[in-house]
């Protein structure tokens, strides 16, 4: 069975602060998807990143930027130079090769603070 | 909008009602999926559609529960005799599923807020 698990429930940052939320999942299937997903206040879910399991790569995208560590079995997520617009529960998910659905983590609540 | 649309977003029933929530996928979509959100939760996987049929259905609750796609308008997912436990939120996704191209994201909806009294 896959599992996902975000240790952090919520974080609590001034602005301009870096932050970073871990991810850490569990699968025996060796090829498979992982991604992040935002949620802020208003509710609606929103993709922010897909890594497949033979990407190891890091991955930059202006102040976001994503950690995978096959060997850790860590899909880490860092946010440079934090906004208050980035207050949101962000949720890591995981998916195996061959199945249609995600297998989310329980989310954590980031709120960065003025 | 040619994203997933999801009605009503909020719907507040009394206990021993039936709640109807419905699920047009993107343009093109033809699999759609829904996950079930608790407060202070993250979501839980209940059943993944393609049209006609139901594919997967394993995280969905064994009685009063169900959830059709049919050829024609948009997915349901239906909660007979509501309880207070199931006041959540509902989200719906979409994909293309195999065969097209597709980098492996879901396509989440806004969320359907049920509120049992």
């Known amino acids: 069975a896959q599992k996902v698990t975000q240790a952090q429930t919520e974080i609590s940052v001034v602005e301009k602060e870096d932050v970073t939320l871990d991810c850490v999942y569990e699968?025996?299937?060796?090829?498979?998807?992982l991604f992040w997903y935002k949620q802020p206040p208003s509710g609606e879910l929103v993709f922010l990143i897909r890594?497949?399991?033979?990407?190891?790569q890091n991955e930059i995208s202006g102040r976001y930027s994503w950690n995978f560590q096959k060997s850790t079995s860590s899909f880490n997520f860092t946010i440079t130079a934090s906004q208050v617009v980035d207050s949101a529960v962000y949720f890591c998910?995981?998916?195996?090769?061959?199945?249609?659905?995600?297998?989310f983590g329980q989310g954590t609540r980031l709120t960065i603070n003025p | 909008n040619a994203g997933v649309m999801q009605n009503p977003r909020h719907l507040v029933r009394r206990r021993g009602q039936e709640a109807r929530l419905r699920c047009s996928p993107m343009?093109?979509?033809?699999?759609v999926y829904w996950y079930r959100q608790l407060p202070e939760e993250g979501l839980k996987f209940m059943v993944y559609?393609?049209?006609?049929?139901?594919?997967?259905e394993s995280g969905m609750p064994k009685e009063r529960f169900s959830a059709e796609f049919p050829k024609e308008g948009p997915s349901i997912l239906r909660i007979q005799q509501v309880v207070r436990g199931d006041s959540a939120a509902y989200f719906c996704?979409?994909?293309?599923?195999?065969?097209?191209?597709?980098?492996?994201?879901?396509?989440f909806g806004e969320g359907s807020r049920l509120t049992v009294l």
């Open positions: 890594r497949n399991s033979f990407d190891e």
């Open positions: 699968t025996r299937d060796t090829t498979y998807y």
């Open positions: 996704a979409s994909s293309p599923g195999r065969g097209s191209i597709w980098t492996g994201e879901l396509f």
């Open positions: 998910a995981l998916r195996i090769q061959g199945a249609q659905k995600l297998v």
């Open positions: 343009k093109g979509h033809s699999h």
């Open positions: 559609l393609q049209k006609e049929n139901i594919i997967d």
